[in-house]
């Protein structure tokens, strides 16, 4: 897929937001009642293939356990979206709307920051509505996610100087992550609450993941050379995280499944390929964005984003 958002291209994107945005189309739209959720017509509360461990040996035969763990993994990733919406990628677009980096964008980029900034508020509410609705359902563990405490970690052990940069940095990667995440997940025929919610929320996200491509290609160039630095070495690291599986919250649901610890190592390795291929599949809107900037042009950066797993050559 070959893609050059340009800032017309861009505009019209968000010239309907008033009407087409999810949190002005949608409202009112996520509600399970009792009577659904005891005649579903589907399942399904996670694509199983994109759960590797629901084919495991200890797994795959027990249909309950099956339904449980998809149901929880739901309510985790739901809730990890709703504090990635607010405290990730609404502080990346604060950077953007209130001029925090060393350039500042123009203004009509600036309007778009904000009408991202009001969609992503919309995302945490019906993330936090349907999660909260199938954690009492199902009688889930919240647990906290494992990615979201690496980010912090990193922005914590993050020299002030070049925080707001990172910030960016990890909106950058999680906006060009999630379209194509959610592209993957809508593919999918899932209880409809749900499926209208991931849709829903990618009809949004496609038009993120162009705008912060587009932010990022513009802004590299005007980057000084310290900072192009920052933002390569932070690019490999921060894509990692994403693309790495929350094995804490597996075990600690194995657990509450009754799954006997002698099963576990088994099922968490066949998780292991899970995270090479989202490296592949999620990955590839934002190593778009970073060859169309130029970045794989440079061998040092070409050579450290390769050895990340990021780009093939
Ligand atoms: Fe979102
Ligand atoms: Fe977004």
Redesign the pocket.
Known sequence: MKRNVTKPHLSRSFENWHCQSSVRASPYNYVLSPEALENLECRNWFPPSLLPFLQNRHIRNRSNIKVRLQACYLVHFLDYTNVL?HTV?NAAIETIAHNKLSVSFDSDIKVMAHM?YK??GY?ALFSALIADQIAHHFDAPRLPSTRLEELNSFLKETHTAYRSLLKFVIGFV??TV??NELRNLSKHHLVATVERMFKD?LR??A???L??SYCFTWLWPKLEEREKDFVVRALARVIQIFCSFDERWLIGNLLQCGLPLSSHPCIVRDCQHWSINRLILAGSETVIAIRKAGILDIPKYRDALEKAGLTHG
């Open positions: 919406e990628v991202i969609d992503e995302h999680s906006e999630i379209a929320h949004d996200e038009k993120h993941a705008y912060f």
